[in-house]
């Protein structure tokens, strides 16, 4: 047993590459913190993500990035029958967002839902069809557009910086320029705009510029805590650099959509104590609680 596991390390360490930052401290390099710790394997990521899939399918508000992603690394040509079928069942994706409309997106999109976000991205854009007209406008303006999405002084103010600063540093109001960096490169980039943390950057390398990178939000953390993929010391920071060493590239994408799905959908397994209440009276038990149980016998 013990031999396998040391086996199946060298593999994975040898199919995957450590991220070289992650606090996004540009001059800091900062390795793997559990090196020593075996999990997730890549067995235990396909099996999630084959649990997950069975029980949700894949969600529909992923679906437009995924067919990008495909789209983008030429695999539509080697596609079986039901994969082409999802992408023509799928949001058309022939009219990409941009770059720079992907991370207002993701920065109206925190701490607050979904609808609340979506609504506020239409109404910023409805009142200032351009980004010029938002860097013009004054700020109570911009507050009143997106005050639907919650924190809007906030959100206005790190908007308006991210705008001054590229018009600053790029003469032009324009992030399509990431489209050609490296993950590394593009972290840098981002990370110099104030009020623009680690979990933005992630969101705006996996579903704006296709790259493989898995961002950790709450339902990723505590389901990744819960099924035991990272030690219990584990926190949020060192949760999203263990679990992008760790996951094999391909399947980054695919399992942050379900794990953030499955964390709205399900409080057994990421609240963990209320978990322990209802595992024996959940009349649709949760796929991941044998993952719990096991968890909870190594740790008690």
């Known amino acids: 047993m013990q031999k396998s596991r040391k086996r199946k390390q060298a593999q994975l360490k040898s199919s995957t590459k450590s991220p070289k930052t992650t606090d996004y401290n540009v001059n800091a390099t900062i390795q793997e913190p559990f090196p020593d710790y075996p999990r997730p394997t890549p067995a235990d990521c396909r099996a999630v993500w084959d649990s997950l899939l069975s029980l949700h399918g894949f969600p529909k508000e992923f679906i437009k990035y995924r067919n990008q992603r495909l789209q983008q690394t030429h695999q539509n040509s080697s596609l079986n029958d039901s994969e082409q079928i999802e992408i023509l069942n799928g949001e058309k994706c022939d009219d990409k967002e941009s770059v720079l409309d992907g991370l207002v997106q993701t920065i109206l999109s925190q701490n607050t839902t979904e609808v609340n976000s979506e609504k506020a991205f239409f109404s910023l854009k409805n009142a200032f069809p351009t980004w010029e007209d938002v860097l013009a406008a004054e700020s109570r303006c911009i507050e009143d557009a997106i005050r639907c999405g919650g ?110 799905t499955h964390g709205k959908a399900c409080r057994s397994c990421s609240n963990r104590k209320a978990g322990r209440q209802k595992k024996e009276s959940d009349n649709n038990p949760c796929p991941l609680l044998a993952y719990c149980r096991d968890t909870i016998v190594e740790n008690d």
């Not at 959100?155 to 990431?178: A, D, F, Q, T, V």
């Not at 493989?212 to 030690?231: E, M, N, R, S, Y």
Request: charged share 25%; glycine share 4%.
């Open 151 to 260: 924190l809007a002084p906030t959100k206005s103010s790190c908007i308006k910086n991210i705008l001054n600063s590229l018009l600053e540093k790029k003469g032009k109001l324009c992030l399509e320029y990431l489209r050609d960096l490296s993950v590394e490169e593009i972290k840098a980039e981002l990370s110099h705009f104030k009020g623009i943390g680690p979990k933005t950057v992630s969101c705006v390398l996996m579903f704006h510029l296709q790259q493989d990178d898995l961002p950790v939000d709450t339902h990723v953390f505590q389901i990744a805590k819960t099924i035991g993929w990272v030690p219990a010391i584990a926190d949020i920071k060192k949760t999203y650099l263990h679990l992008n060493h760790r996951i094999p590239d391909e399947l980054k994408f695919d399992l942050n959509c379900l794990l953030y």
